[in-house]
């Protein structure tokens, strides 16, 4: 697939690895963000590549891995409702909420679709008047132009029976938790480099100047993501920290300003609660106030449904790159994709399922 | 999730107001809404994370990236012997 192949070509990646080889001259803990880029690590061997003094370690781009037991619960229990269509992208279908979860629901006769594009919900609505139609919008700032369009335009079409829960996350405050905490490991950024198509960059250099470390806008080939990481160990064996885009051709310092005005139009920055770290303040998006009437939670009142994660995993360790999935006692054992014990065996995009999936348990 | 693909605008049309592109991701077809990226035209590659383009490919710096990469594969290997 032509702008997907020529990332992939291993004579390319040859020569980044040796220039990496090269530039090194001591040991770097690198983070990569996006769970789509833990991914593609995994797949490619690419941390069996690199030389032993690059360690990568996962960060929390996985939104899947990320949406609280609190929203799964109340997602859980719109679902189950008579007269409402509840829809999702496919991968939250899976997510196992306290006791349930939405492949069960629609087992016992719920209404629940896969839809590949929020528009299709919206569609639904439009096609089904007497139901409620209701969307869980949950994702990264990549995901978030999209859905809250899904509510522009129900509005624009003044349709009454589509709401959404949103439960949308931001990159920059849980990078920030990261870098403050007392134990952070981390001394370089992969910036996920579809969040940046919409953000840009101008959020990061603040976070590079503060903390003293580079950030990288870097892609999701294996070409791109060997030279983000050259480009982030070059900074760090000069002593250099900022920002540097990789991801060139999709990536500009002002984002898209048009999408971004449709979020801000939309939704609202709140504080949120990620699946295995905690709060975190000013990290979320939510519904704005004057447009309740679309927003699920209020207009089916599960607001009240509280649950506590249980400590059960080392899920949050993970996520803010202390500890790897194999250091997990629970891992390959009790915790395996098809019976997750937490948020990063959830999704196929946690850092546990790829490792998992690419048998990296006992290698490293 | 924040996957995102490739495709080619192969034709743009307007639905319920949203300007919505056909999108040829080698050789699969499938729509994609354009709203976010008024600039593409037919022939551009946009990215498409969840049925809407986010940005249009800079086909131009695709290509410089490639050729740098290639000068710096070309230099290493030479260097080896």
Redesign the interface.
């Known amino acids: 697939?032509?702008?997907?192949d020529?990332?992939r070509d291993p004579?390319?990646a040859?020569?980044?690895l040796?220039?990496i080889r090269r530039t090194v001259t001591q040991p770097w803990t690198i983070m990569e963000i996006?769970?789509?880029q833990t991914h593609a690590i995994m797949r490619f061997g690419i941390d069996q590549l690199l030389p032993p003094e690059i360690t990568l370690v996962h960060g929390p781009?996985?939104?899947?891995c990320v949406t609280p037991l609190e929203t799964i619960d109340r997602a859980l229990a719109v679902a189950a409702r008579e007269n409402v269509i509840f829809t999702s992208?496919g991968?939250m279908l899976r997510v196992p909420g306290s006791r349930d979860d939405l492949f069960r629901v629609k087992s016992r006769g719920g209404d629940v679709r896969m839809v590949?594009?929020?528009?299709?919900a919206v569609k639904l609505a439009r096609e089904n008047p007497g139901k409620e139609v209701v969307f869980l919008a949950?994702?990264?700032e990549?995901?978030a132009?999209?859905n809250a369009?899904a509510v522009k335009?129900a509005a624009?079409?003044g349709l009454t029976n589509f709401s959404e829960i949103v439960s949308h996350v931001l990159v920059p405050p849980a990078m920030e938790a990261i870098l403050s905490s007392p134990d952070n490991l981390v001394q370089g950024f992969l910036a996920?480099g579809?969040?940046c198509?919409?953000m840009g960059w101008d959020e990061y250099e603040p976070i590079a100047a503060r903390y003293k470390v580079p950030i990288v806008p870097t892609g999701?080939e294996p070409?791109d993501i060997l030279?983000g990481i050259l480009k982030t160990v070059r900074l760090l064996e000069k002593g250099t920290p900022g920002v540097e885009n990789q991801y060139?051709?999709?990536?500009?310092e002002e984002g898209?300003p048009?999408?971004r005005a449709?979020v801000n139009e939309i939704y609202e920055v709140c504080d949120r609660k990620w699946r295995g770290i905690g709060m975190i303040p000013r990290s979320g998006l939510r519904i704005r106030d004057e447009l309740a009437a679309f927003d699920a939670e209020k207009k089916f009142r599960v607001e009240g449904i509280v649950t506590e994660e249980p400590e059960v995993c080392i899920a949050g360790e993970i996520l803010q790159g202390l500890k790897k999935p194999h250091e997990c006692p629970a891992f390959g054992k009790e915790c395996t994709p098809r019976t997750p014990l937490g948020a990063t065996m959830v999704?196929s995009?946690g850092a546990c399922a790829a490792y998992h999936k690419y048998s990296r348990k006992g290698l490293s | 999730m924040c996957l995102a693909v490739p495709g080619k605008v192969l034709e743009i049309t307007e639905e319920n107001g949203l300007a919505m592109g056909l999108i040829d991701f080698a050789g699969t077809r499938n729509k994609a809404c354009l709203t976010y990226t008024p600039e593409a035209g037919v022939g551009d590659f946009v990215i498409v994370h969840a049925g809407f383009a986010l940005q249009v490919l800079n086909e131009e710096e695709a290509a410089a990236s490639l050729k740098e990469l290639g000068r710096l594969a070309e230099f290493m290997e030479k260097d080896k012997t």
């Open positions: 697939m032509k702008y997907l020529e990332f004579e390319l040859k020569g980044l040796e220039e996006c769970g789509g781009g996985c939104p899947v992208f991968d590949y594009s929020p528009l299709e949950v994702g990264f990549t995901t132009p999209g369009m335009q624009a079409e996920a579809h969040v198509t919409i999701f070409v030279e060139l051709r999709l990536v500009r898209n048009v999408a449709v999704s995009e």
